[in-house]
């Protein structure tokens, strides 16, 4: 479901407004004029269903890869 002809890595680490160190991976799916060279501006939010879903895909992926 999630044929994104490219990612985009971003990498954050630090001591964020959190105030723990630590570091973090974001992967962002990238399509054909997406803009994402403006993945640093407002853009809609997306519902919490929606990113959970999109998350179980991704977990059953990697599972599948992993045997």
């Known amino acids: 479901d999630l044929q994104a002809p490219a990612i985009q ?3 954050n680490n ?9 570091a973090h991976l974001h992967v ?3 399509f054909a004029g997406d803009g994402g060279e403006k993945l640093d501006i407002e853009r809609p ?9 999109t ?4 977990k059953a992926a990697l599972d599948k890869k992993s045997d």
């Open 9 to 11: 890595l971003r990498m």
């Open 28 to 30: 962002y799916p990238r």
């Open 55 to 58: 998350a179980k895909k991704i």
């Open 14 to 22: 630090g001591r964020p407004i959190q105030g723990l160190l630590h």
């Open 45 to 53: 939010r997306v519902a919490r269903s929606e990113l959970d879903a």
